[in-house]
């Protein structure tokens, strides 16, 4: 479904309703709140009340409870869907600007149109372009016009808080929307309108069309407009120069009483702010606003069948708890704000990239925002769409049709009429209506019982004992009824101490499994005596259990000399992994003399090269921060009498001294892996009284945990994730990515491995071989290349008009492939952005055979093609005298444009290479990353080269071609002859493609 049409429908869920006899084709929907209006979507929807509220991984109270109410059909008595996105609207400005120009701050809608339209298409910026008074979504086309003035409607009839109402009386369902609220709505989008973004504008393009581009002086829109000024990303004219405020409000509003616009008074307006009028310099008045916000929830088909209704439960509950709720609003793509209060740290929104002085005033907003009282709540009653229909069609017809606005009116008041009547009246959608804005009513059961005992009294009772045979055996049930429910929660709570006083085993839920093992044990126990053995594994285990016990490990198993453990958090397992491995090779770990002559548990020390000062030099050029293997060189155990049985702990310590002690004493491999463990899978054992767990998370820790080598800890791409990040950057870590790799033989899928050291024990990376797997698909960060390199970008760009999601599947996909065949031609490829593809050679001709085969790959994405072909790839070089920098025309694959899918796609891609001397250093999270010279000219010459072709250096093509080819004589002369001197510096080559 295109964006258009789905904002379109409001979030409809389908043409023909689910019923229990024909479930439709989806498991669970994305809905907005309009959809909890209508009783019959209601009842396809999952009761989801108990299911979060008990499930603590969800941590159901972190969501404020007036969005958990808005956000889910509670006013029906229950919640029936989770909560997964909120988007609160904000007025944005530039502040510099306001500054520069003195301008006041605008907080009326008022005010707001009358310095855009003051200031719009003036060269404020000085760049030769008009700007834009106010960026907002009032496009005809994008068919969101209608909640804008729904918006505006609000700020004049919502004073005390959302039981007021904006389009019907809570009591009497009359139109509020109407005679002056409505005239004054229109009239101000019509003003708004005139002074917004152009007609032909991208629905949302504004966001980053415009407004990221300072092209807006103020701007009213969702999250997205604090996003893309503010992250790194998106750099800008925005950064730094971002103003939030509420949504602008209204100094007039709604007599009830007499139907007219009047002045905000306190007694009318009691949540008013209280500002002074830019038109008026000294005159203060009360503006009444209103929080209004966008909301996305999660609604489970319960005409599924059971299993399938779990399964969705369980894969969203987890995608939208707190960990995927808080990477959901930190995306810097997503339309989502601050859902919970766990994401309002500052901290958390600086690590993902968000520049500090926009986000903090962002986040002062925001919490304002969390308890303010004058909320208003999406319509979600009975009709809402057919309302939400009729508004947009009278606003159509006035504001770019030929209809009068009483005429509109007239029209708008009979159908909402018509539609309240064909809901029931005051009767049938009265209570409905209530419920939805939050009012309580009194049971209409109770009532009667009240009105009954009065109109039946005898005439030797008054009333006051009517009240009290009616009213004292109610309120006896409630005593008895809240007696009982106090004694149950105790109960409950004993029990659930009593079960966390015999076991603090994590789970059912998020759990995090770590595997250790004794390398080589088998062989140790086969040749050492059995008191050796004996003391060995006792100091073992007890290191082992007393980690666990500081950070909070659960130990579920033991099998032989392996422990299997369980953490609630991956960040007190990584802890553990350290501290374990330190502890093991300390020089104060008294470990058995016998043990420490073995071979196989031996003393094993690193000793510090000593560099020549041109050596140093050419390390320095070579090698950022981190590149282990370029720095330390291998000292063989036993080569100065370090495995001598002799040998005393003074001797020892001396040793360690002396040198980096990587190994001393059993060599232990550690891996973890966590996941969402189900009840069915976390189970008491009752020979072993221990929690044990089961299932795919279990195996593939244990697969993990068997993979690595002995004094090393492993870990997956997906666990290590969960790590905090500030631990992942402390100077107690270091990570390598350990690259991706099939386990077992039998395995489906690959799995990316990472590499964890304390510093203390970081020299073991200079000497531990790769991981023990099945298949090394992809090397690690050490296999990178180091020196003089061939570097190649890539960059993928698509014309999407259907199917976006599966170009960023196929785009995934494509990456991996990349990867696989860097590796395979010796190279190495970097972490980038999507869509983007680059990677380094000690070949330069594996540098272009990478690229055209990616290239090809791209190109070929229409006709299901498959490897492309390696050979040939020297003549695809040619020569162009226009001035360096020759084009090249898409090759017939190109043209035919054709996408597997029926996906009506163009994907193309372009590129660039060259060589030079690179440096390379390690990120954070354990990749390579490269700089120099030549990584600037290739990311230059990628911008500069056409879609569907290729530019590389003269010096590439050189070592490609080799001295005398022809091709590259061609080239020379033609870059001669361009006026580039010798061919030299900036000259580049173009790769053509061959045709099919």
């Known amino acids: 479904m295109l964006p258009e049409h789905y904002i379109r429908n409001q979030f409809r869920i389908a043409s023909t309703l689910p019923t229990a006899n024909e479930s439709g084709p989806y498991d669970f929907w994305m809905v907005s709140a309009e959809a909890f209006g209508m009783p019959e979507l209601n009842d396809a929807f999952l009761d989801t009340s108990l299911l979060l509220s008990n499930d603590h991984d969800f941590q159901w109270t972190d969501i404020p409870r007036f969005f958990r109410f808005a956000m889910s059909g509670a006013a029906l008595g229950s919640y029936n869907s989770i909560p997964a996105a909120l988007a609160m609207t904000f007025l944005y400005y530039q502040p510099r600007l306001f500054e520069r120009y003195n301008i006041s701050i605008p907080h009326t809608w008022e005010d707001v149109i009358e310095v855009a339209e003051k200031y719009n298409g003036q060269d404020l910026n000085q760049d030769g372009r008009g700007m834009i008074g106010i960026c907002m979504d009032v496009s005809q086309s994008c068919g969101n016009y209608g909640n804008a003035v729904l918006n505006i409607l609000a700020t004049m009839i919502q004073t005390r808080g959302p039981t007021d109402g904006v389009v019907l009386d809570p009591d009497t369902l009359e139109l509020l929307a109407a005679g002056e609220p409505l005239q004054e709505a229109l009239r101000l989008f019509s003003r708004l309108q005139a002074v917004s973004i152009p007609a032909d504008t991208p629905c949302f393009g504004f966001y980053t069309q415009l407004h990221a581009k300072g092209r807006c002086l103020m701007t009213i829109g969702m999250p997205s407009a604090f996003k893309v000024a503010s992250h790194e990303r998106f750099p800008g004219p925005m950064h730094g120069n971002l103003g939030v405020l509420l949504m602008p409000g209204s100094s007039r509003v709604l007599d009830r009483s007499s139907g007219r616009l009047v002045p905000c008074t306190l007694e009318l307006c009691p949540y008013a702010t209280h ?12 503006v009444n606003k209103v929080n209004a916000f966008d909301t996305a929830s999660m609604a489970i088909n319960r005409y599924k069948p059971l299993h399938r209704q779990a399964a969705a439960l369980r894969m969203l509950s987890f995608t939208f708890g707190p960990i995927g709720s808080k990477a959901f609003a930190l995306a810097p793509t997503s339309e989502a704000g601050v859902l919970r209060y766990s994401q309002l740290d500052l901290d958390d929104w600086l690590a993902a990239g968000y520049e500090r002085s926009n986000t903090e005033a962002y986040l002062a907003e925001t919490i304002k925002m969390f308890d303010f009282p004058n909320t208003f709540i999406e319509l979600r009653f009975p009709g809402t769409f057919e309302v939400h229909d009729q508004l947009k069609e009278l606003t159509r017809s006035v504001v770019w049709g030929n209809a009068s606005i009483k005429a509109a009116e007239d029209k708008w008041v009979a159908s909402v009429r018509a539609i309240v009547e064909a809901r029931g009246g005051v009767r049938g959608l009265g209570p409905a209506y209530r419920r939805s804005l939050g009012i309580m009513t009194i049971s209409s059961k109770f009532l ?60 059912p839920g998020c759990v995090v499994l770590c595997v250790t093992d004794i390398e080589n044990s088998t062989t140790l126990w086969e040749t050492l005596p059995a008191d050796v053995c004996q003391s060995a594994i006792q100091l073992h285990h007890s290191t082992i259990r007393r980690a666990a016990d500081t950070f909070k490990g659960y130990e579920s198993a033991t099998e ?61 050029a070579m090698c950022g921060p981190g590149i282990l293997t370029s720095l330390l060189r291998h000292v063989a155990p036993g080569s100065d009498g370090a495995g001598s049985m002799a040998q005393t702990a003074a001797d020892d310590q001396q040793q360690v001294a002396d040198r980096l002690c990587v190994f001393r004493g059993l060599r232990v491999r550690i891996g973890f892996h966590g996941g969402y463990f189900t009840e069915s899978e976390v189970s008491f054992n009752r020979a072993s009284q221990r929690t044990v767990y ?34 992942l950057r402390s100077d107690t870590l270091l990570v390598l990515h350990a690259g991706r790799h099939v386990i077992k033989e039998d395995d489906v899928a690959d799995t990316e491995l990472y590499c964890l050291y304390s510093r203390a024990l970081a020299a073991r ?26 570097v190649a970008l890539l960059q993928v760009g698509d014309d999407v008009t259907y199917g976006g999601l599966e170009v960023a599947v196929w785009l995934f996909s494509l990456r991996a492939w990349a990867q696989e065949r860097a590796a395979g031609l010796g190279g190495y490829l970097l972490l980038t952005g999507p869509g983007t593809f680059q990677a380094v050679f000690t070949n330069p001709l594996a540098s272009v055979e990478w690229m055209l085969d990616v290239q090809d790959l791209v190109l070929d994405r229409g006709a299901g093609g498959g490897t492309p072909a390696a050979d040939g790839r020297a003549s695809r070089l040619s020569g162009n005298s226009s001035g360096g920098r020759p084009s090249l025309g898409p090759s017939k694959k190109q043209d035919q444009g054709d996408t597997p899918g029926n996906v009506d796609m163009q994907l193309s891609a372009r590129g660039g290479a060259d060589v030079g001397c690179l440096q390379a250093s390690l990120t954070s999270d354990g990749w390579v990353t490269y700089s120099g010279g030549a990584c600037k000219r290739v990311a230059c010459m990628t911008a500069r080269a056409a879609w569907g072709c290729a530019l590389v250096s003269v010096e590439l093509a050189r070592q490609v071609l080799g001295p005398g080819d022809p091709q590259l004589e061609t080239i020379e002369e033609a870059c001669i002859a361009a006026g580039v001197g010798d061919a030299g510096g900036g000259a580049v080559a173009t790769l053509q493609h061959q045709q099919y």
């Open 275 to 286: 500002v002074v009028r830019p038109s008026r310099p000294g005159e203060e008045v009360l």
């Open 765 to 790: 990376a200079a000497v531990v071989d790769p991981p023990r797997s099945h298949l090394i698909k992809v090397p690690g960060s050490l296999a990178a290349p180091l020196g003089r390199l061939a």
């Open 448 to 507: 009667q019982m009240f009105m009954e005992a009065a109109a039946n009294k005898d005439s030797n009772h008054d009333v006051g004992e009517v009240v009290a045979a009616v009213v004292v055996p109610v309120v006896v049930v409630l005593l008895l009824a809240l007696m009982a429910a106090l004694l149950y929660v105790r109960r409950s709570r004993r029990r659930q101490q009593e079960k966390q006083d015999s076991t603090s085993a994590p789970g």
């Open 560 to 620: 032989g000399d392996s422990f299997i453990l369980a953490f609630a958090s991956a960040n007190d397992c990584v802890r553990f992994c350290l501290h374990v491995q330190e502890a093991l090779g300390s020089p104060e770990t008294p470990w058995p003399a016998e043990l420490l002559a073995s071979p196989l548990a031996g003393v094993v020390t690193l000793q510090p090269p000593q560099p020549s000062l041109e050596q140093q030099q050419s390390i320095r």
């Open 694 to 727: 089961s299932g795919a998370m279990a195996r593939a820790a244990k697969a993990i945990g068997d993979v690595g080598r002995g004094g090393q800890v492993m870990a997956s791409a997906h666990t290590l994730a969960t790590v905090r990040p500030s631990l």
